[in-house]
T-cell receptor, first 110, second 115 residues
Framework: SQQGEEDPQALSIQEGENATMNCSYKTSINNLQWYRQNSGRGLVHLILIRSNEREKHSGRLRVTLDTSKKSSSLLITASRAADTASYFCAPNTGGFKTIFGAGTRLFVKA | DTEVTQTPKHLVMGMTNKKSLKCEQHMGHRAMYWYKQKAKKPPELMFVYSYEKLSINESVPSRFSPECPNSSLLNLHLHALQPEDSALYLC??????????????FGPGTRLTVL
C-alpha cells in the first residue's frame, strides 16, 4: 500500500522559527495531502497538492512536491506555540484509501 | 455545516459488553470512514462506505461491525472487544473520490478503553 514516510519524526523549535517536514513515498500518486492533529483530537486537513503541481501556499504553509524524487515538504513559517501538533502526509493513488505516514511531531516553544 | 460529530467522546467498556459509536455529518458527503488510532501512531483505515454501501473492509475482526443507515450517519457496533482494541476511533467523511477534492473531514474521535 502507498504510505508516506516522514522525516524528522520529531522537531522542536522556538516560536518565530520556520519548521520543515519532509515526506517520501514509493509509487505514482494522484495527489498528496497534509493533515495536522492536535493531541488526541481529530485530524484537520491543511493542504492538497496535485501531482501536476510543484508548489502550493496557504497562509503560513508552503508545500512542495517533486514527483521525480517522490517527495514532498511542508514548510511552516514564523511558527507559533499553537502550531504544536503532529503532522501527517497522505499520498493518494486514487480511490478511497488514504494511508497516513507515521507523522512528524512538532513542538514549538514559546 | 462543515462538521463531523462523534458520540460519545469517551467510552469505557468491559470485554463482554456491547456498545456502539456514532458519527454524523450534514455536508452531503457520500463517503464515510472509520479509522483506529493508537497512541503516537498514524490513523489506520478500518472501513469505508460509499453511497451507504460498504466499499472497503481492511480485514477488521468481526467484533467490529459497521453500519451506515443513511447518508448522514455511520455507526460502529462493538462486541466482545479485547483490551488491545483500546484506541481513539476517528470518523471521517468526504465526497466520493475526485482527485482534486479528496479532502477528508474528521470528527474529534471517541476515546475507547476496554477493560
Amino acid at each position: 500500500s502507498q504510505q508516506g514516510e516522514e522525516d524528522p519524526q520529531a522537531l522542536s523549535i522556538q516560536e518565530g522559527e520556520n519548521a520543515t517536514m519532509n515526506c517520501s513515498y514509493k509509487t505514482s500518486i494522484n495527489n498528496l495531502q497534509w493533515y495536522r492533529q492536535n493531541s488526541g483530537r481529530g485530524l484537520v486537513h491543511l493542504i492538497l497538492i496535485r501531482s501536476n503541481e510543484r508548489e502550493k501556499h496557504s497562509g503560513r504553509l508552503r508545500v512542495t512536491l517533486d514527483t521525480s524524487k517522490k517527495s514532498s515538504s511542508l514548510l511552516i513559517t514564523a511558527s507559533r506555540a499553537a502550531d504544536t501538533a503532529s503532522y501527517f502526509c497522505a499520498p493518494n493513488t486514487g480511490g478511497f484509501k488514504t494511508i497516513f505516514g507515521a507523522g512528524t511531531r512538532l513542538f514549538v516553544k514559546a | 455545516d462543515t462538521e463531523v460529530t462523534q458520540t460519545p467522546k469517551h467510552l469505557v467498556m468491559g470485554m463482554t459488553n456491547k456498545k456502539s459509536l456514532k458519527c454524523e455529518q450534514h455536508m452531503g458527503h457520500r463517503a464515510m470512514y472509520w479509522y483506529k488510532q493508537k497512541a503516537k501512531k498514524p490513523p489506520e483505515l478500518m472501513f469505508v462506505y460509499s453511497y451507504e454501501k460498504l466499499s472497503i473492509n481492511e480485514s477488521v475482526p468481526s467484533r467490529f461491525s459497521p453500519e451506515c443507515p443513511n447518508s448522514s450517519l455511520l455507526n460502529l457496533h462493538l462486541h466482545a472487544l479485547q483490551p488491545e482494541d483500546s484506541a481513539l476511533y476517528l470518523c471521517a467523511s468526504s465526497t466520493p473520490p475526485i482527485p482534486q477534492l479528496d479532502e477528508q473531514f474528521f470528527g474529534p474521535g471517541t476515546r475507547l478503553t476496554v477493560l
